[in-house]
């Protein structure tokens, strides 16, 4: 989307709100390539490698568990034949294979119970097998009633992690982003198991993933990621292991902060500070202006996410750098810091004479919640460039104005698939049935980058969405199923969250 000037620090340093294609290819010169890069920015641009690294035995076996759905559930539902308590039976006593066995096996013109169906449906998926358990859903599910969460979350999972090992590297990468975006505890063998893997966007997603999922502090495999050959990874163990307050890695990270001149430096400060040395804000904040870009934006970038008021100056005057990727990243951590105090240097920012700095401004404003700031965005959907229009709109529909919805179906419509994608980015701001139903025909485009972003963004909204995320799990391109199965597990675990009562 802007092919020039593409920050190369990490996304870890949180420069918040640049696009998907604001950062640097993957296989950049630079010692430092980007960790927390979307799936839409991999699907496409990552180049295929060797076979990933196999799971051991007890990591597939971990796996089958945690795909397991509840033997509770089955029980409830009475056999209606003696074929049907015995493949009950089978299922209790994991016999899973066999189950498969006999209803691969039935006459052509026999019809199986709605029993069997749900048993062969969880073995499948118990098997790893999610994509012959799919076709199986519809004959299961009662016309009329709500969807089955319970059976649609294993499945979900199953369509995700059995593409951990996949021979191609963008389908891996989209796998191990899903599980870095979800953070789920249940997947912790898969995660560390990640961390082998021979592609490094792949361990540092992995590692990243290990510290949302709340277990870097029992992780060996995250400490050992410390001494990765690359810097993206050892990074993100860093971040994870610094937000997980994990002391015993002191020493090793103040040996990388007075050893290491680069941005690893930044985030070695960062996780010290995190451990309660907070004297290394005063190192974090220097670096900031020191003649580095790539240490000036992970500087940037860090104190964006640390939000210590004395920071916000440093920020504010950081949109004036010389260096457009520097600014961008500015603006980013202006957005992630979330103070009002700045709006006067995002206002700048909107002036920039980079369209990618005035793209990240404008996410940055819708940002900070502050309904006041709607003029300034209306100003930009008329900007010159339609990825800033779309970053407009973006946040236009995040502060509630419905009005900008037809300029994003409009954008929906434009030639470029980059613009179709960033419209779909866009409309998952906001739950209107418009916004839907532009998204439902997105999922269906001709080009597979709006079909990406399209399933990313039904993952955000409320309202009917999980019958046309069944439809993406379809979808020809492996990153799109991939999407959609991720998003349709953000689906249900909403749906299964308490509602408060008022």
Known sequence: MYPDGRPSVLHEAHGEGL???????????????????????????????????????????????????????????????????????????????????????????????????????????????????????????????????????????SLVTSRVRDQKEHVRIAAYTVLAELGLPETGPLLEDGLLNSSVLVRARAAEAIGRAGLAAKSGALKRAMNDEAPSVRIAAMNALGDARVMEMKPRLIEIGRTEEGPEAIFAYAAL???GQTDMLIDITNAATLPDAEVRMAAIGVLGRLKRPASLAVLSQAVYDPNPSVRAFAAGALGEFGSPGGVAPLTHALGDEMAMVRGVAAGSLGRLGLKENRPLLQALTRDPSLQVRASAAESLLRLGDSSVLLMATDLARNPD?????????????????????????LLQDQQPLPRLMAAKALGKLSGPVIPILLKGLQDSDEAVRIAAAGSLLQQTARAARPTRRP
């Open 19 to 157: 696009r998907r294609d604001d950062v640097q290819r993957s296989r950049c010169p630079h010692a430092v390539v980007m960790v927390k890069v979307s799936a839409a920015g991999l699907a496409y641009r990552a180049k295929q490698s060797a076979l990933a690294v196999p799971l051991c035995f007890a990591v597939m076996a971990g796996l089958s568990l945690l795909l397991a759905a509840p033997i509770e559930t089955l029980a409830a539902t009475s056999p209606t034949s003696s074929q049907d308590k015995g493949l009950l039976a089978l299922f209790k006593a994991g016999d899973y294979p066999a189950i498969v066995q006999r209803f691969q096996t039935l006459p052509k013109d026999a019809t199986p119970s709605k029993e069997m169906l749900r048993l062969a449906f969880q073995s499948f998926v118990k098997l790893g097998r999610g994509e012959e358990a799919l076709p199986l859903y519809p004959r299961i599910k009662t016309e009329g009633q709500p969807d089955d969460l319970t059976l649609l979350n294993p499945l979900a999972l």
């Open 273 to 275: 500070y995190k451990m």
């Open 417 to 441: 698939p980059s613009i179709r994608g960033s419209a779909a980015q866009a409309l998952s701001a906001t739950s209107d049935k418009e916004a839907l139903s532009v998204l439902q025909a």
